[in-house]
């Protein structure tokens, strides 16, 4: 199944910028995903289980990273690239 995922990240900190770049070339690494950014969130594009194994590893590398991570997705269970 296809799935689609816009994240917005939001590091509790003042140098916000560097964890959301970090998240969005760590996601841009994984070629199985398409991976697409503008101002405001990231979408995430591809098979459901590829999506969420991904996400799993490098939301918790943000994780451990940060001190403090908000992160709000939304997902549809169609591609909407």
């Known amino acids: 199944m296809k ?5 917005s990240m939001y590091p509790l900190d003042k140098e916000y910028g560097t964890s959301i770049l970090d998240f969005i070339h760590r ?10 950014t503008n101002s405001m969130s990231t979408q995430v594009f591809g098979e459901y289980d590829e999506v969420f194994q991904i996400l799993k ?24 690239e």
């Open 3 to 7: 799935i689609s995922i816009e994240i």
């Open 27 to 36: 996601l841009k690494k994984h070629p199985q995903i398409t991976t697409k």
């Open 57 to 80: 590893q490098e939301i918790k590398t943000s994780f451990l990273e940060e001190k403090d991570i908000l992160m709000v997705m939304k997902m549809a269970n169609l591609n909407l």
